[in-house]
């Protein structure tokens, strides 16, 4: 379970997330909106070590998370992704999804320069990861292709699956669908509700095409002015006067 109390960010003399509480139940998929400006993407930081919290409390699966750097959080099960791709240039579509399976390894640095046993073991199973996957987001095919030549849409896709490689237990997906065609959003909408029906794992999407968010989570926070409006299912958040108001204005 990822628990959050009174989470606070605040960079000089403003406030980016004002003592923001949420509870996210193990298993569960929740979404979180909110007008640009809102702090969803310092609560994602916040929670994986990018940004250190100025107040409050990140406990994931009952261990303190804010004074952790991003890698021991990895190490942890947490996995996510970005606003942009953020891939190695002049790498393979593989090469650069097989670098979310680090965590996995057991060789150490010596074994890998040797090239022991222990890891050749580890790269294969590393490349079986990472093989599965972008088998999961649907660009199986585009393995050996270099992430140079890839569209916008499909570079997301890459860093999702680098994600997913991790085989995380606790996934948070910033924007995933940003940049994707109406056919590639349905066929990753389609992909990541059997992903994480088949899983289990626990995730948290921030992701502007609401469309696409309300149809993939069971519950979504509201985020306006770094603060907490509302949260409820997404029928619920629909329907909201409060919500309404805040994205367009009345």
């Known amino acids: 379970m990822l628990d959050v109390s009174g989470l606070g960010m605040r960079f000089g003399g403003n406030h980016a997330l004002r003592g923001v509480s949420a509870c996210i139940a193990e298993g569960t998929l929740v979404g979180l909106i ?3 400006g809102a ?4 609560f994602v930081n916040c929670v994986t070590g990018n940004s250190r919290p100025t107040a409050g409390s990140v406990r994931w699966s009952g261990t303190e998370l804010s004074r952790l750097a991003p890698e021991r959080i990895a190490a942890l099960g947490v996995a996510r992704t970005f606003q942009h791709a953020r891939l190695f240039a ?3 579509v593989l090469e650069n999804v097989t670098l979310g399976t680090h965590r996995h390894g057991s060789a150490g640095m010596l074994g890998s320069i040797v090239r022991s046993r222990r890891s050749r073991r580890d790269e294969a199973h590393a490349h079986e990861l990472a093989l599965e996957a972008l088998a999961v987001v649907g660009i199986g095919g585009l393995s050996d292709a ?4 890839l569209t916008a849409g499909q570079q997301r896709l890459v860093a999702l699956a680098r994600a997913l490689a991790a085989q995380p237990s606790f996934l948070l997906l910033d924007e995933p669908a ?3 065609t ?9 992909d990541l509700q059997r992903y994480f029906a088949e899983r289990r794992i626990t995730g948290l999407v921030i992701e502007h095409h609401l469309g696409f968010l309300m149809e993939l989570v069971s519950d979504v926070i509201v985020l306006v002015q770094g603060a907490v409006l509302t949260r409820g299912t997404p029928d619920a958040v629909r329907a909201d006067p409060a919500v309404i108001e805040a994205y367009i204005g009345g």
Do not use: H, I, Q
Not at 146 to 149: L, Q
Not at 182 to 190: A, H, I
């Open 182 to 190: 109406d056919t590639e959003r349905d066929t990753l909408l389609r």
């Open 34 to 36: 909110g007008p640009n």
């Open 178 to 180: 940003a940049g994707l």
């Open 39 to 42: 702090g969803k993407s310092t």
């Open 90 to 92: 002049g790498f393979s």
């Open 146 to 149: 270099a992430v140079d030549d």
